[in-house]
């Protein structure tokens, strides 16, 4: 089994999630007592939120390279970030490093295309809903059709997450407004709805959408198992 490493605390709330998931996988794919091997570095989510709405992102990628850096002398054999936003210094951080990043994109994509999806709504962060770096991603390497909500809703969607989601705070009003907001992305063609942050699969289930709901959180940590078991011999205590 590879040592999947971590960087998480964007924000913690999430980052349990990717721990929960990833073991509960492997207990399902090996049983018994088995567990993930793996390692957490887990940033500092004020300052790291701070340096995101500053548009200090330079700065922000020096902390997350240290991670990857830490996580890789520490003995991970490939590593993950447990958040879609960050994704946006992915290849700042994959070129500081020689272990590989799972991308939680290419992760979400393969998943959709494997349900034969064209057309997707993107939620998340304002930055993972207006910039390239994760819907072009998307459009460019898988050729998905991918739309995002108007301006209005993208700014409920936004201020939820680092208002309520990432302060643990789940409310009843706030899933009703994410309902409303899928379902007027459906009624404009959405097939399929990426739940592009961490924290949105805390509050929004299947049942709350009439239409395929993508939880990147727990796509990505099961990309993780997967590849952690990959080419892998049976254990001689199964």
Known sequence: ????????????????????????????????????????????????????????????????????????????????????TMHKLYDMIQQSIQIPLLHIADATAESIKAEGIQKIALLGTRFTMEENFYRGRLVENYGLDVIIPHSEDMEIVHRIIYDELCAGIIQSDSKQKYADIIRRLVREGAEGIILGCTEIGLLVKQEDSPVLLFDTTEIHAKAAVKYALENELSSPCQ
Do not use: P
Not at 9 to 25: A, D, K, L, Q, V
Not at 39 to 49: G, T
Not at 56 to 83: H, M
């Open 1 to 84: 089994m590879k040592t999947i490493g971590m960087i998480g605390g964007m924000s913690w709330e999430s980052s349990i999630e990717y721990y929960r998931i990833i073991n509960e996988t492997i207990r399902t794919e090996r049983g018994g007592l088995h567990s993930a091997k793996s390692i957490m570095y887990s940033v500092e989510f004020a300052e790291m939120e701070a340096l995101q709405h500053q548009d200090r992102w330079d700065e922000a990628a020096k902390i997350l390279i240290d991670a990857a850096r830490s996580l890789e002398s520490g003995g991970a054999d490939f590593g993950i970030i447990c958040t879609n």
